[in-house]
């Protein structure tokens, strides 16, 4: 492959859509399928906000995977925004991975949902998450009650957590992805950039150590990010180093002491954890300073969502 051009005939390009409920798994699936940690993930619902493109690069196929956020009712400007996302994903993919829980009945929701889905013209596989302590044969009856329930689709069961029914999912997709030429570099993993996912990992670290009534107020934006070279002794080379500076925005000024914590303890072990995955992903020292801001309402204040990169015209 040269330049994001297949040269072996038969090679299959194409968009796939990650879409279900808040919480069901899709960014610990799409990270599994990938190989790597670009979405974010927590047991918090609504942990992706915007369309997160990431892509595999296989010798006989491609495949860009579009995460949306959790269908769900919205709240706020923020939610309307997020459930448009999710309608746009779906309308650009060339197939639909459609998650559900494993252990979870199928409810009216998931019904309507599939009623919209039985008339999509793209091709659409059924997941089954989360299989993780099921019975075998558990799993497989609640596999065929869904393909009862929803014929128009292929059922499948994995554990997106353990990675077990990946290979067979992969292939499944594979198989479904129209014929071209590839669209990104052999090599490349995701468009989104850099500041993106480094804010975007600051927010998972923030989801996971915060109280569940602070999350869904809060933003992160990188606000600079840039490389130096540290001098380094005699005889030896100089190391690169990043040095990020973020701020958290949170909507009222008692969210900004929880978020902060007694002496700084709780903003400490965000900045650890997330400075951690950040020089994992730059693969250099990181320089990570984090503060914090309060913007009242900012999630139903369009120009602040703007500036957040959460809203764009169309």
Request: hydrophobic share 40%; glycine share 8%.
């Amino acid at each position: 492959m040269n330049n994001g051009t297949a040269v072996a005939d038969g090679f299959r390009t194409g968009f796939i859509a990650l879409i279900g409920r808040p919480n069901v798994g899709k960014s610990t699936l799409m990270n599994r399928l990938i190989g790597m940690k670009v979405a974010i993930t927590s047991g918090k619902p609504q942990t992706t906000r915007g369309r997160i493109r990431t892509i595999v690069t296989c010798d006989d196929c491609q495949m860009i995977f579009l995460d949306s956020p959790g269908i769900h009712k919205p709240a706020n400007r923020l939610g309307e925004r997020m459930m448009k996302i999710a309608g746009e994903v779906k309308r650009d993919a060339d197939v639909i991975l459609w998650l559900l829980e494993a252990r979870a009945d199928i409810g009216e929701e998931e019904q309507a949902i599939g009623e919209e889905l039985a008339h999509v013209k793209q091709p659409v596989i059924i997941v089954l998450n989360k299989t993780d302590g099921l019975e075998a044969q558990e799993v497989r009856e609640r596999t065929d009650r869904t393909a009862q329930a929803f014929p128009f689709a292929l059922c499948m069961a994995v554990s997106a957590l353990r990675g077990e029914g990946i290979d067979a999912l992969r292939d499944a997709l594979r198989q479904r992805l129209p014929y071209g030429e590839a669209l990104y570099d052999e090599d490349a993993l995701t468009d989104m950039p850099e500041r993106e996912i480094v804010a975007e990992i600051v927010r998972e670290k923030a989801l996971r150590f915060l109280d569940d009534e602070v999350p869904h107020g809060i933003a992160v934006m990188t606000e600079t990010m840039h490389y130096r070279e540290k001098k380094a002794a005699p005889g030896q080379t100089g190391a690169t180093i990043c040095d990020i500076r973020t701020v958290i925005v949170c909507e009222k000024e008692s969210h900004k002491g929880i978020i902060i914590g007694k002496n700084g303890r709780k903003l400490k072990e965000i900045g650890k954890a997330a400075r951690l995955d950040i020089e994992k992903l730059l693969d250099c020292p990181v320089n990570l300073q984090i503060f914090v801001k309060v913007r009242s309402n900012w999630r139903d204040d369009v120009r602040q969502l703007k500036n957040f990169g959460l809203w764009t015209e169309g």
